[in-house]
């Protein structure tokens, strides 16, 4: 259910623009700039201290801490819009890929790289190519539409993982903050 809660507080405001989208690349485009600020603003929320945080308080073995949440989900970004255009994925996404990016400006910066890259690639997707077949391990074999549909998915499972965090380090999410409110 709170998965639900999250997809839907991330796609709803695509929604609710004057005009709605023309392309398919359009589509997506707005759900997924909604999830870059979104993640975007727990990444810059978190203290730089706190990027090495692991929850402790129930069953969190082998857990990624809040920094590797956000290597993660830069690298799986880049490797679900590699398969899009055919190129081989880093490796090892699963615990961070091959990014050397470790400091809080670093992981900001990969993180902001990977949506630049992500955006790229989903423009080149139209009405004739949506529907290409993309094969690979991350979320394949599928569409170039179905994996841009799943990585949006993916990062915002990892956004409700990244407010977690926050939340257990007594900080009010960005995206709660801009309503006034302390709980949402």
């Known amino acids: 259910m709170r998965a639900i809660i999250v997809l839907a507080t ?3 405001p695509a929604f609710a623009q004057d005009q709605p989208p023309k392309t398919i690349a359009e589509s997506i485009a707005g759900p997924l700039r909604n999830v870059e600020g979104q993640l975007l ?12 945080f692991i929850p402790t308080s129930g069953n969190f073995e082998g857990v990624r801490s809040f920094g590797e949440q956000i290597k993660h989900v ?9 398969e899009i255009e055919g190129k081989t994925p880093p490796a090892g996404c699963e615990k961070g890929g091959p990014s ?3 400091t809080k400006a670093e ?11 992500g955006n790229r690639v989903l ?21 170039r539409l179905g994996i841009a549909v799943t990585a949006v998915w993916h ?24 309503y006034g409110l302390k709980v949402r």
Not at 132 to 141: E, I, K, L, N, T
Not at 164 to 175: D, K
Request: proline share 5%; hydrophobic share 35%; aromatic share 14%.
């Open 107 to 117: 992981l900001i910066q990969y993180l902001r790289d990977s949506f630049d890259y």
């Open 41 to 52: 603003g727990v990444a810059k929320a978190m203290p730089e201290s706190k990027y090495s």
């Open 123 to 143: 423009a080149s997707t139209d009405q004739k190519n949506q529907l290409d077949r993309v094969q690979g391990r991350y979320a394949g074999p599928s569409t």
């Open 10 to 12: 991330l796609i709803w």
């Open 100 to 102: 050397k990016a470790a």
């Open 155 to 178: 990062m915002t499972d990892h956004y409700g993982q990244l407010v977690e965090y926050l939340r257990m380090n007594g900080i009010v999410p960005p995206a709660t903050q801009q």
């Open 74 to 82: 830069a690298c799986s970004q880049f490797a679900f819009f590699n």
